[in-house]
């Protein structure tokens, strides 16, 4: 089944206590994104990978860092959680860029930070 | 400039009732896509419907079609004969250049259906 995973799907942490969040991916697609919701904001774009080793900031990318090594998989990583990033996130991946180039989601991951 | 505005912030249907939830969208790109996405309570964002600005005809899947009116900047989504599991979040999203490197999303909408 063609689908994008992450896990963990929930996880409660404390301040600055290092953390990843795995993104994977089974349909051979090159481009990813990570995205994180907010009540009354919608969603808003953290960071994005165009290809393996092709990475760059979106519109809220402070306080996160991410790598792609392979094309399959694309974690999220917050070196130094604080509160004002307890969110819901989600990995997305599409085929490409370009406007037709439909972008599918992960289930999400509902993080919360003490 | 917001660039998509859902003006809704919620709306009220009856089963088997038809619905609109409203969408502009704001760009000088001449070349951008439109989607629409359902978020249930469980949270997930699903892929309804999408719209490409070169389209000559309103997209359609099954019961969701988009009505889009290119001069006016609107793609709303119209969804017929409605369920009591339609109820949930639903976003407008655009996909423009340069690049297209992001969804840009709206505020959403809450949908609820009621018996």
């Known amino acids: 089944e063609a689908q994008v995973t992450q896990n963990p799907r929930y996880l409660i942490t404390v301040t600055g206590k290092k953390l990843t969040v795995t993104c994977s991916q089974n349909m051979n697609h090159e481009y990813m994104s990570w995205y994180r919701q907010d009540p009354g904001l919608g969603l808003r774009q953290i960071y994005y990978s165009m290809n393996v080793e092709v990475t760059d900031k979106g519109d809220v990318p402070e306080g996160y860092k991410v790598s792609r090594k392979e094309k399959r998989n694309f974690p999220l990583i917050l070196e130094s959680p604080s509160p004002n990033q307890t969110s819901l996130y989600f990995c997305?991946?599409?085929?490409?860029?370009?406007?037709?180039?439909?972008?599918?989601f992960g289930p999400g991951t509902r993080l919360t930070v003490l | 400039a917001q660039k998509i505005t859902q003006t809704q912030p919620g709306m009220f249907v009856q089963e088997k009732e038809a619905v609109t939830l409203d969408c502009t969208y704001d760009t000088s790109d001449p070349s951008y896509g439109l989607f629409w996405y359902k978020q249930p309570s469980s949270g997930e964002m699903i892929f309804l419907i999408y719209q490409g600005s070169y389209d000559q005809q309103n997209a359609t899947e099954g019961r969701y079609s988009l009505n889009f009116q290119k001069a006016r900047k609107s793609a709303n989504l119209v969804i017929s004969a409605s369920q009591l599991g339609d109820s949930a979040m639903y976003f407008c999203?655009?996909?423009?250049?340069?690049?297209?490197?992001?969804?840009?999303f709206g505020t959403g909408t809450r949908l609820l259906v009621s018996p």
């Open positions: 999203a655009m996909r423009e250049g340069p690049g297209f490197q992001k969804l840009v």
């Open positions: 997305a991946s599409s085929l490409s860029t370009g406007p037709r180039n439909t972008q599918y």
